[in-house]
């Protein structure tokens, strides 16, 4: 039995979403493995990174983050849209703090 990761970025690369002090295993859904990102042989997140400078694709992150976080009470979707805010966030963490 696996133990469940203790840092942002051991979550993240594990399939968990770090919420506080409490991790919880994420299950595939429109946050974390949305199909229609997924119609090539590489997702659009990785696309977006290849083609941008880092200082371009850290503002991406940071602009999707606060998109999410503007609006999250206006959808009808709040825990989705926070979670895919965290989603954002955590890899703008992993770019500041790589392992």
């Not at 919880?24 to 696309?47: F, L, Q, R, W």
């Not at 983050?65 to 966030?89: C, I, P, S």
Request: proline share 5%; net charge neutral; with cysteine.
């Amino acid at each position: 039995m696996n133990d469940k990761p203790k840092t942002i970025y051991e979550a993240y690369t594990q399939g968990y979403l770090f919420m506080g002090d409490s991790v919880h295993e994420a299950k595939p859904d429109m946050v974390n493995e949305p199909s229609h990102y997924k119609t090539g042989k590489i997702e659009c997140i990785e696309a977006m990174e290849a083609m941008l400078t880092p200082e371009e694709f850290i503002g991406y992150l940071r602009g999707n983050a606060f998109k999410y976080l503007w609006r999250y009470q206006h959808k009808g979707k709040a825990y989705e849209d926070l979670q895919k805010a965290q989603w954002y966030l955590n890899r703008l963490v992993m770019i500041h703090n790589p392992r």
